[in-house]
């Protein structure tokens, strides 16, 4: 059974910086594409960046050169840096992953989510 466990989320400030990290197992971490996503209060659920297994990266047009997504392949591990944090970057951050190469911005396409971690960016 696939499963997706976040951590590292919590509450800061403007302008700090933050990282996820996402502990995988029950699939064979490697060959899968990893994602992250988010999901604001009454907002609906959104791409946030992604990898696949070659560490080939796409990122949604906020996450451009504020986000990177890497992976660590010996730890089943995925993570999210975020910097130059703002408040509209609050909300549960959510990783996910499925096998096919491409990086999906459809949150539908992914089997495989975690619980979410909260992520609160105070003014």
């Known amino acids: 059974q696939a499963t997706l466990v976040e951590s590292g989320g919590g509450l800061v400030q403007v302008g700090d910086s933050l990282m996820l990290s996402c502990s995988a197992s029950?699939?064979?971490?490697?060959?899968?594409?990893l994602a992250w996503f988010r999901q604001g209060v009454g907002k609906e659920r959104e791409f946030v960046g992604g990898?696949?297994?070659?560490?080939?990266?796409t990122y949604a047009d906020f996450a451009k050169g504020r986000f990177v997504v890497s992976r660590d392949n010996e730890k089943n591990t995925t993570y999210l840096q975020m910097n130059d944090l703002k408040p509209e970057d609050t909300a549960v951050y959510y990783c996910?992953?499925?096998?096919?190469?491409?990086?999906?911005?459809?949150?539908?396409?992914?089997?495989?989510w975690g619980q979410g971690t909260r992520v609160t960016v105070s003014s």
């Open positions: 029950g699939f064979t971490f490697r060959t899968h594409t």
């Open positions: 990898l696949n297994m070659w560490s080939g990266r």
């Open positions: 996910t992953a499925h096998a096919s190469p491409a990086v999906n911005a459809i949150a539908s396409l992914y089997p495989y």
